[in-house]
């Protein structure tokens, strides 16, 4: 079967002007594409793309625009060719910050998209069930986000997102604010339940290690104004292992990845983990 082409981003820029009147250039001429991709069997299985680079290189305003909550100062943003104009259920956003509603609990809030999509309790009541084992949150359905730890509500995030089962999942630096035990933790559960949904994802970090362990292909951006500056296929299959990040492999593909950002020097900062 034919890879189907999920994401589309056609000379893409955007400027914005600052309060003082400055005319700022943050993406200029930004194109790629992201395809739905099948296995040799015929199954659908998704793909993982990263989107490196230095922090303000304008990663999280590609993921708005594809969202729909921004829209690009020329160019066109396409998912399943069709151009997008605002929010739809075909696309699920996870955001660095927290975004559980505090006054639900953790299995209500897993099933706060599935209530407002007409899925019946019975069947929703099932994918709650299912999500929440998956993040590793069983015993604490009844829980409030307050009461939870920083990994925790953002595997809520996560459960909340999936569990509308959309085409392709935006993640905007999810694991930012996690410490680097957690951080390790939950990129093996989002892979691990990723697998099973078949999603496209789009992930944004500055983290050089994470986005070669999660992705298939990983996209290089430069400084501002932010361009893509190398697609990188990633070499390793799945599933992946922490112990992989030992390899040399990994380990001289960190350092090519580095070397790329070096020859576009500017502003803004990338992080390599230890």
């Known amino acids: 079967m034919a890879n189907k082409t999920r994401i589309s981003l056609r000379n893409v820029s955007r400027t914005f002007v600052s309060p003082t009147g400055e005319r700022v250039e943050a993406l200029r001429d930004v194109t790629f594409e992201v395809e739905d991709i099948y296995s040799s069997q015929g199954r659908d299985v998704g793909e993982f793309r990263v989107l ?87 015993g604490f359905e009844k829980a409030y986000p307050e009461t939870l730890s920083g990994g925790m509500q953002q595997r809520v995030a996560i459960a909340r997102t999936l569990a509308v089962r959309p085409e392709v999942i935006l993640m905007d630096e999810p694991f930012g604010a996690l410490d680097a035990q957690t951080r390790s933790e939950t990129q093996q559960l989002l892979l691990r339940i990723w697998e099973e949904t078949a999603s496209t994802v789009l992930f ?3 983290d050089v290690e994470e986005g070669i362990y999660l992705a298939d292909r990983l996209f290089v951006l430069s400084p501002r104004p932010g361009t893509i500056v190398e697609d990188i296929p990633i070499p390793f299959g799945r599933p992946r292992e922490p112990a992989l990040k030992q390899g040399k492999e990994f380990q001289d593909l960190e350092e090519h990845v580095l070397a790329c950002l070096r020859r576009t020097p500017g502003r803004g900062q990338v992080r390599v983990s230890i």
């Open 52 to 138: 490196l680079g230095p922090s303000g290189c304008g990663k999280s305003t590609i993921l708005r625009f594809i969202a729909g909550l921004d829209r690009p100062s020329s160019g066109e943003v396409l998912v399943n060719g069709m151009g997008v104009t605002g929010p739809g259920r075909d696309r699920g956003m996870v955001f660095q910050k927290y975004t559980s509603f505090p006054w639900l609990t953790v299995a209500d809030n897993i099933a706060y998209g599935l209530k407002l999509h007409g899925t019946p309790p019975v069947e929703r009541q099932k994918i709650v069930a299912h999500l929440i084992k998956g993040v590793g949150l069983s």
């Open 204 to 206: 944004v970090t500055h």
